[in-house]
Nanobody, 123 residues
Framework: QVQLVESGGGLVQAGGSLRLSCAASGRSISSLAMGWFRQAPGKDREFVVTSWGGTNTLYADSVRGRFTISRDNAKNTVYLQMNSLKPEDTALYYC?????????????????WGQGTQVTVSS
C-alpha cells in the first residue's frame, strides 16, 4: 500500500478557489490510478475525480469544468485545483490510490486512503 497525506483544505467563500495536495510515500504514483473523493456530514463518500495513465481523467458531473486534477510524479504528489466553489462542495476530501492502472468511480476500487482534509464553502 501507499501512504497518503492530504493538505490544503480550509474555509473559503462561494466563488473562491482552493488547491488540495496529496503527498504519497511508499510507492511511486506514476503507475497508480489516483482519485479524489469527498464526504459531507450524513452522506456517503462520493467520487470526485480520478487520473490514470498519465493523461486520462474522469470527473463527476457536479465538478466537471470547475475542478482539475493534476499530478507531479517527481514530487509523488497529486493535486486538486478547485475553482468556482459552491456551498454544496463543503465536505471532507480524501485522496485515494488504486493499485491497478485504470481509474474507477467506486470507493471499493481503491485500497489506500488519506485521512482527509476539510473544505468548507460559505455562502
Amino acid at each position: 500500500q501507499v501512504q497518503l497525506v492530504e493538505s490544503g483544505g480550509g474555509l473559503v467563500q462561494a466563488g473562491g478557489s482552493l488547491r488540495l495536495s496529496c503527498a504519497a510515500s511508499g510507492r511511486s504514483i506514476s503507475s497508480l490510478a489516483m482519485g479524489w473523493f469527498r464526504q459531507a456530514p450524513g452522506k456517503d463518500r462520493e467520487f470526485v475525480v480520478t487520473s490514470w495513465g498519465g493523461t486520462n481523467t474522469l470527473y463527476a458531473d457536479s465538478v466537471r469544468g470547475r475542478f482539475t486534477i493534476s499530478r507531479d510524479n517527481a514530487k509523488n504528489t497529486v493535486y486538486l485545483q478547485m475553482n468556482s466553489l459552491k456551498p454544496e462542495d463543503t465536505a471532507l476530501y480524501y485522496c485515494a490510490a488504486r493499485p491497478y492502472g485504470v481509474g474507477v468511480r467506486v470507493v471499493g476500487g481503491y485500497d489506500s486512503w488519506g485521512q482527509g482534509t476539510q473544505v468548507t464553502v460559505s455562502s
